[in-house]
Nanobody
Framework: QVELVESGGGLVQAGGSLRLSCAASGGTFSIYIIGWFRQAPGKEREFVAA???????YYADSVKGRFTISRDNAKNTVYLQMNSLKPEDTAVYYC????????????????WGQGTQVTVSS
């Protein structure tokens, strides 16, 4: 059983930056793929970025070049650095974990955090 806790959300102006953290406990963190997803009001949860156990990285086209995902296995933490934020990035951001293979479908992730709100004002 893996428990995930997100932090770092908040209110920022367009063009600003935030860094989200996803802290894990339980299980063997280093073997898990960690994904970041987001869900805006009235919309489906969507893939943002993922990092594999070996450090391979994947991004949604909408955030490529602006967001950076990284992991620190010694701290059992994955980060999402978000730069050049836009109002359309406003959403609740979730991290999730699964073993073995990176996928972009939320339903294929086994463990989820509670989410952190990111609001970007224009």
């Amino acid at each position: 059983q893996v428990e995930l806790v997100e932090s770092g959300g908040g209110l920022v102006q367009a063009g600003g930056s935030l860094r989200l953290s996803c802290a894990a406990s339980g299980g063997t963190f280093s073997i898990y793929i960690i994904g970041w997803f987001r869900q805006a009001p009235g919309k489906e949860r969507e893939f943002v970025a993922a990092i594999s156990s070996t450090g391979s990285i994947y991004y949604a086209d909408s955030v490529k070049g602006r967001f950076t995902i990284s992991r620190d296995n010694a701290k059992n933490t994955v980060y999402l650095q978000m730069n050049s934020l836009k109002p359309e990035d406003t959403a609740v951001y979730y991290c999730a974990a699964r073993p073995l293979v990176v996928v972009r479908t939320p339903a294929d992730y086994d463990y989820w955090g509670q989410g952190t709100q990111v609001t970007v004002s224009s």
